[in-house]
């Protein structure tokens, strides 16, 4: 047994976001996954969709106490564009929107918590998705626009922004794995959705430094860090070529301020460079974040590609690489996703030496489990002591990170309260706190209790 003391002033909190939480009630109008809700029900788990959720739109007071009661120090969630926004041209506000998210941001203040709040999570209006969605510069704009009214709207209280949860996501989601609306698959048309995001959020940086509101300013990004199958120069290429597709194009632009050189080689070779402007270059170039956020749920192991390319197949980052499926690896078999515990202090290295050793923090990190209710007890607790060895494990790595030097302030769980997690829908829990689906009761966990303990003390025995 060892005791894993913290810095002072870390901070212990956990991430949610609106189209997850808020449910849809008064919403002006809808995002990409409520239109693919209503248009194709049978690809959501159990045909359960984002109309109620959790409620957090009716039951925020009941929350935010909740927040408070487990000790949380800071809360991730984000601000709808559906929700607030009534005319995304002229960028007129809902009032009873900015009523709600004035009143849900005061209490979550008021309860001596920190908001951290986000702009987009996923959740492209339907209507500009129409109009060409990320691969549109006009909503590019009209992106600023929206994040510039939130500035300027919550700007005097909120001190800690991002602009974007995850912006691979909806590139590889939407424009090339189909896992997320529109569904389509082309590798060119998710660089150029990849790219202007980075425009995006640059320019909301820019927005947000000109307003003066004060304050810091961030993105989330989800790292995956790769691994090689073995040392072999071909493995070790693979692995450097899958980096810089999921990682350092991200990462590179949003700290150093330009894109990896090796990344933009490959690029233009395979003829997938995305239109781009000078000035955008220029804007991009200017705004480095304040800080940064990073989601980290397992690695990206790879190895050097085994079967010929076919030439005439359409080119896919699989194209450079093959998945490596490495023996024996932890999985967490309800998400599929390994658990790699270890790599918490790879990603704090890697910011330390080659991020600037930007402060940092988790932003996201957590285990979804089906089917928690066998866990619940006598007295209602769902007693989730693999959550718990979960976080602890992850945390003892990410603290030796720290005492090497690597500059991260704080942790975040997915996530506050069990919620809709997109087409799986409520199939595995996340959450400090369980919600009863049928009558919205909120009961907190056993990681809950242990996460207030670890918040009062800043530290933890393991
Ligand atoms: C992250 C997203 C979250 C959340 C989480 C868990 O990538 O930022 O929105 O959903 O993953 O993943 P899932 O809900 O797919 O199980």
Request: charged share 25%.
């Amino acid at each position: 047994m060892a005791i894993y003391k913290f810095p002072e002033n870390f901070t212990w909190g956990a991430a949610t976001s609106g189209p997850q939480t808020e449910g849809w009630s008064d919403k002006s109008s809808f995002s990409i996954y409520e239109h693919w809700f209503q248009t194709e029900p049978e690809k959501f788990h159990n045909g359960v969709g984002p109309a109620v959720n959790c409620d957090t739109y009716r039951k925020y007071k009941e929350d935010v106490k909740l927040m408070k009661e487990i000790g949380l120090t800071s809360f991730r969630t984000s601000i709808q564009w559906t929700r607030l926004i009534k005319n995304f041209d002229t960028c007129e506000v809902d009032p009873v929107a900015v009523e709600f998210y004035n009143n849900y941001i005061n209490e979550i203040i008021d309860a001596g918590i920190e908001p951290y709040i986000n702009l987009f999570h996923f959740d492209m209006p339907i209507e500009l998705q129409n109009r060409g969605g990320w691969e549109s510069k006009e909503v590019v704009d009209l992106y600023v626009k929206y994040a510039s009214k939130c500035f300027e709207l919550f700007g005097d209280r909120v001190k800690k922004w991002c602009t974007f949860n995850e912006p691979i996501v909806p590139a590889e989601g939407g424009y090339l794995y189909k896992f997320m609306y529109p569904n389509i698959s082309d590798f060119k048309r998710a660089i150029q959705v990849g790219y202007n995001t980075i425009v995006a959020h640059a320019k909301a940086v820019e927005s947000f430094r000109k307003l003066k509101t004060g304050g810091e300013i961030t993105i989330v990004l989800n790292l995956t860090p790769s691994y090689p199958r073995s040392e072999d120069k071909k493995d070790l290429e693979a692995s450097r070529i899958a980096d810089g597709i999921f990682n350092r194009s991200f990462l590179d632009p949003v700290v150093h301020g330009n894109f990896p050189e090796d990344v933009v080689e490959l690029l233009k070779n395979n003829d997938l460079l995305p239109e781009y402007t000078e000035e955008e270059l220029e804007v991009i170039k200017n705004n480095p974040i304040d800080f940064l956020g990073v989601n980290y749920y397992q690695p990206r192991r790879v190895k050097a590609k085994e079967t010929e390319v076919d030439p005439n197949a359409p080119i896919m980052p699989e194209t450079f690489f093959d998945y490596y499926d490495m023996p024996g690896k932890r999985m967490n078999p309800y998400r599929g996703w390994e658990i790699a515990p270890q790599v918490m202090y790879d990603v704090a290295i890697n910011i330390r030496d080659n991020y600037n050793n930007i402060p940092w923090y988790i932003s996201e990190n957590g285990m979804g489990v089906e089917g928690e209710e066998r866990f619940r007890d006598e007295n209602g607790v769902i007693n989730d002591d693999y959550r718990i060895d979960f976080v602890k494990e992850h945390l003892t790595h990410l603290h030796k990170g720290i005492e090497e030097g690597s500059n991260c302030f704080g942790y975040h769980l997915w996530t506050f309260i069990d919620c809709w997690s997109w087409a799986n829908s409520f199939k595995n829990r996340y959450g400090f706190v369980s919600l009863d689906l049928e009558t919205g009761k909120r009961t907190i966990k056993k990681s809950g209790r242990w996460i207030r303990e670890v918040s009062e003390t800043n530290q933890f025995e393991y």
